[in-house]
């Protein structure tokens, strides 16, 4: 009998592959007089797998054909979204079009209300073995509405048939050739998403803007848009009626709308047509551009953007004014009130008003947020526009090399001494904390992206991913650790190689082969000689994803490291070559002369040294400098605690190297690499902890434990409610001891506030009572106790209006809109609508979404995405609801708050959140759905889903462990802590 069934099931499979080969080899008539609609041939096969895809017309061009159709679109086009998803992939993957050269763009723009119409004339080249292809290119929500060609001039134009296939433009020449010219015209509307040409407000006002970066292009006019495909290109725009009009280049002598062409790729031009006042020059030849409503917000801004501008020609070696000639004469930074973007476009450097604007009294967040966002943005006009990708997949170069540079003139800017100056960032714990260790969190997931792909990409939402993900970090920290293994402290060898690509390809293309060349052309003549080849050492960083982690144990005479890559879930086992730095208790020496490696291993290493087994200890990885992390044998990690116990000893040991052994522990522990007692026991050491880099990571790390233990015990009343608190009375003792809720001084140091900021919005949200007293203390004002104390410190308001908003009733969120509604400052009014996201009332909640992407919103599209990130991150029960919301309303969030890119940065803050196992579970099932409304951002949500799967494996191998330990391991400090919340409690009482 189960010799019949098997004979059976081998006929019927036979059947079925010869059935299917049948039909595929049926040939399948093609006339290019009709129309072929592809929705009607994908219903035929539709599945119960996924909803159907649509797919746009397939069309032959005559003229009664044209008009029909085109008005259809245009109807179609009105009501959808700006990002429309483009499913059929190219059979041309190296190129849309090999063979075809694009010489010129000449480009007509005419904008009308919403809608704007177009036309582009192009000198196109043919291969002489593709002449007899048809011509194509890019082109995303415009309507084409006619085409003409003629060979070699334009006297002959004549219209010419042409078709639109899965958003390309193939428009077939009567007669073959190798040169025409061919105009093409159509129309589109105005997106509201800050990318393309759109249309942007503020206040009661408009202005009109043009960012191609990096596949917009096709979304203005049709075009290849690979950044490898230079043309010469010239704009003119028709009817704009604003009072200042930027674009790359220099106006036409005796013109108004026609702009000079300059030579590039389509993704690096911008423009911006705008009222905004443009009375602030920060230095001759550099003009800052704001709304007139903003009044003495600009003097900080400007002295850090006179600094970075000279600092940037001389660190470059290459004036801004001598870029390209006919370049746009002044270089136009523009603070954009609605959106937050990359711009790349040469002359028009667009910021994010918040990031631009401060009051005289502003937070020093913010100056830290604003700085390091203009001095990258800046660097952009160089590492972006004069050197850009060859291919998107070389991207890293690029922005690896911006990040870096703009760091490196902010730290310039930011030169002198620490403990004389108040107002001085420390440039060097910023990079570790927000570039080194905030990659290493991201890149310890197991489908992170690589530096560098494997092959090219062309495909619109893998360029996405790739520009705007992990590499923004990645890049510049592995070239800061490449500086160090390459020269001493006077030879940085990557500014030296910036040079010479910036010498050797200025207004070319880049690859990764180029920048190895540029290293190698400076270094081979001075630099260290630890590793052999620039290529091979990077290779692993650069071409696979992860990162290593070295393991020291202690052996007879000496110590031993072995490597192991590191990841949260089980990986295949890659050698790097690893540069190490280390110092031991014998002779501690965590300074600038001892962050260069001696070294570099590629396997397991013996080190010849004495460590005394009872109380000493060796730290590897000086200022925490290198991307990798460290793991040592339990002896050894006995020794570190017992010193980091002792605050005297503590502070032989640099602050970055104490917050890298509590970054590494509990990373390690959440690998399963360590026990949890082990990395606990170091964040019970913070106790005696008050710099800002320790606290960094202390927050970063144990706001996944926080998030997890809160949804986990008010699941279950039989558990201690305040179990995480336990942690915070614990740590947070020398800070509140020599630091404090409350700045005892007008002026500090800058540091120090920064500090005092992240503490207090971390001990608030764990229902840190004195925390709590100091917030209800200060949120009203002593003179009228329903408007919001205007005097509370800057750095303090999101921890003091989140916790009132969240402990407090209606009458706080009245007091809060009515500050908003006078809130001069762009950056004040984030801190106040991401407060009101920390609300545990759940209509509220409900509606304040709802707001974000109503038709009258009263928040711009950036303000929107802030609103809902802060509500899934304000708690486990805000973030189903904003799970619960996206689910329903993808299709308005992707429009509202500004394309797919914005949709998947939301998106990846959610499944941050996703805090137990039902949340996690609904986000799952969301994402692989058959009707999420995803559209081209459902690979990117897959993926996300994945860390949200190796978070719920840490859950339920770990989350109970780590709540018990903290229930057996009770605070010693409980006493102390509740004098300090009964005086902390009497003296509100007193107060109020």
């Not at 203009?374 to 050197?387: D, H, L, N, P, R």
């Not at 339990?634 to 010193?643: G, T, V």
């Amino acid at each position: 009998m189960a010799r019949n069934k098997r004979q059976w099931k081998f006929v019927i499979f036979v059947t079925t592959v010869l059935l299917k080969v049948c039909v595929i080899s049926l040939p399948i008539q093609q006339n290019l007089n009709y129309n072929t609609n592809t929705d009607e041939i994908d219903a035929t096969f539709e599945t119960t797998l996924k909803p159907k895809v649509h797919f746009e017309n397939l069309i032959d061009v005559n003229d009664s054909i044209i008009n029909e159709d085109n008005e259809k679109k245009l109807n179609a086009t009105n009501s959808r979204n700006d990002t429309t998803r483009n499913v059929a992939p190219s059979p041309l993957r190296n190129n849309v079009r090999p063979g075809q050269e694009v010489r010129q763009h000449t480009i007509q723009i005419t904008v009308d209300g919403e809608t704007f119409t177009g036309r582009s004339l192009m000198e196109i080249q043919l291969e002489h073995n593709s002449r007899e292809d048809a011509i194509i290119f890019h082109f995303q929500d415009l309507v084409i509405t006619r085409v003409m060609t003629a060979i070699l001039t334009e006297s002959n134009l004549a219209q010419t048939p042409f078709r639109v296939r899965n958003n390309r433009l193939e428009i077939n020449p009567r007669l073959s050739a190798s040169s025409f010219i061919v105009v093409i015209e159509y129309t589109g509307r105005l997106n509201r998403n800050g990318l393309g040409l759109y249309a942007g407000s503020y206040d009661d006002n408009t202005y009109l803007a043009m960012n191609l970066h990096p596949t917009y292009a096709r979304r203005v006019f049709p075009c290849i848009d690979e950044p490898n495909q230079s043309s010469t290109i010239r704009f003119t725009f028709n009817n704009i009626e604003y009072d200042n009009l930027v674009v790359n280049s220099m106006l036409e002598d005796n013109s108004q709308t026609q702009f000079r062409p300059l030579q590039g790729p389509p993704h690096l031009w911008g423009m911006v047509a705008h009222n905004l006042n443009n009375a602030y020059f920060p230095t001759p030849n550099v003009v800052l551009n704001g709304r007139p409503q903003v009044i003495n917000q600009e003097a900080q801004a400007s002295i850090a953007i006179n600094h970075y501008y000279h600092a940037l020609n001389e660190w470059t070696n290459k004036p801004y004014l001598e870029i390209i000639l006919n370049q746009n004469e002044r270089m136009n930074i523009i603070a954009l009130p609605d959106t937050d973007r990359d711009w790349y476009a040469l002359s028009t450097v667009c910021i994010w008003e918040p990031y631009v604007f401060m009051e005289i009294n502003h937070s020093v967040k913010q100056r830290q947020l604003a700085l390091t966002r203009i001095a990258e943005m800046m660097s952009k006009q160089w590492f972006g526009y004069v050197i850009h990708p060859e291919n998107w997949r070389f991207q890293w170069v690029t922005s690896g090399l911006s990040t870096y540079a703009g760091y490196e003139v902010l730290k310039d800017f930011q030169d002198g001494p620490l403990d004389t100056d108040n107002a001085l960032l420390d440039v060097n714990t910023l990079f570790v904390t927000e570039v080194i260790q905030e990659s290493l969190l991201r890149d310890a997931y197991i489908n992170t992206q690589a530096l560098e792909p494997n092959e090219d990409i062309f495909d619109e939402q893998d360029i996405r991913h790739n520009v705007n993900g992990l590499l923004k970090y990645k890049a510049p920290a592995i070239m800061r650790m490449l500086r160090l293994v390459l020269g001493g402290a006077n030879d940085d060898f990557i500014q030296l190689a910036a040079r010479a690509l910036l010498n050797s390809r200025s207004l070319q293309t880049v690859n990764s082969l180029n920048f190895y060349d540029a290293i190698n052309s400076e270094w081979l003549f001075g630099g260290a000689d630890i590793i052999d080849n620039i290529q091979d050492f990077l290779e692993a960083w650069v071409q696979t994803t992860g990162y290593p982690t070295i393991h020291v144990g202690l052996r007879q005479g000496g110590v031993l490291i072995t490597q192991e890559r590191f990841a949260f879930s089980p990986v295949a086992q890659r050698n790097y070559e690893i540069p190490i730095t280390y110092t031991t208790s014998v002779d501690p020496n965590f300074g600038d002369d001892n962050i260069h490696p001696i070294n570099v291993i590629d396997g397991t290493t013996t080190l010849d040294m004495d460590i005394d087994e009872e109380e000493g200890w060796i730290i590897f990885n000086i200022q925490a400098q290198g991307y990798y992390r460290v793991n040592y044998d339990p002896d050894l990690w006995d020794n570190l605690i017992e010193a980091l116990e002792d605050p005297e000893r503590r502070k032989q040991i640099h602050p970055l190297n104490r917050a890298a052994l509590l970054d590494d522990a509990l990373n390690l522990a959440r690998a399963s690499k360590i026990d949890y007692e082990i990395a606990l026991r170091i964040a019970l050491t913070m106790e005696h902890e008050t710099e800002y880099a320790v606290w960094k990571a202390f927050v970063r790390n144990m706001n996944f434990l926080r998030k997890r233990l809160t949804a986990m015990v008010e699941e279950d009343e039989d558990l201690d409610q305040d179990i995480y608190l336990r942690m915070v009375r614990r740590a947070i003792v020398a800070f509140e001891n020599e630091i404090g809720f409350e700045p005892e001084r007008v002026t500090e140091p800058a540091m120090v506030s920064l500090t005092r900021g992240l503490v207090m919005d971390h001990a608030c949200r764990s229902n840190y009572d004195p925390c709590i007293a100091v917030a209800v203390d200060l949120f009203y004002d002593p003179n009228n106790n329903e408007v919001v104390n205007p005097d509370i410190p800057r750095d303090l308001r999101p921890a003091v209006y989140c916790t009132m908003v969240r402990e407090g009733d209606e009458d706080v969120r009245t007091a809060l809109y009515e500050r908003l509604e006078i809130e001069p400052s762009y950056y004040e009014r984030i801190v106040i609508l991401e407060s009101l996201a920390c609300s545990q009332d759940a209509g509220f909640i409900r509606t304040f979404l709802e707001e974000t992407v109503a038709n009258n919103s009263p928040y711009s599209a950036e303000e929107s995405v802030r609103i809902f990130k802060a509500v899934a991150e304000s708690s486990y029960q805000n973030a189903r609801l904003a799970l619960s919301f996206i689910s329903l309303r993808t299709n308005e969030i992707r429009s509202r708050y500004g394309g797919a890119d914005k949709l998947e940065e939301i998106i990846l803050t959610l499944a941050d959140n996703m805090a137990n196992a039902d949340l996690s579970t609904d986000f799952i099932n969301w994402t692989g759905s058959r009707n999420n409304n995803l559209d081209d951002s459902e690979d990117f949500a897959e993926r996300v889903a994945t860390h949200v799967d190796e978070n719920v494996d840490w859950d339920n191998a770990q989350l109970e462990y780590v709540y018990e330990w903290i229930d057996e391991n009770d605070a010693t400090t409980m006493f102390v802590s509740a004098i300090l919340i009964t005086l902390s409690l009497v003296i509100t009482i007193f107060n109020n």
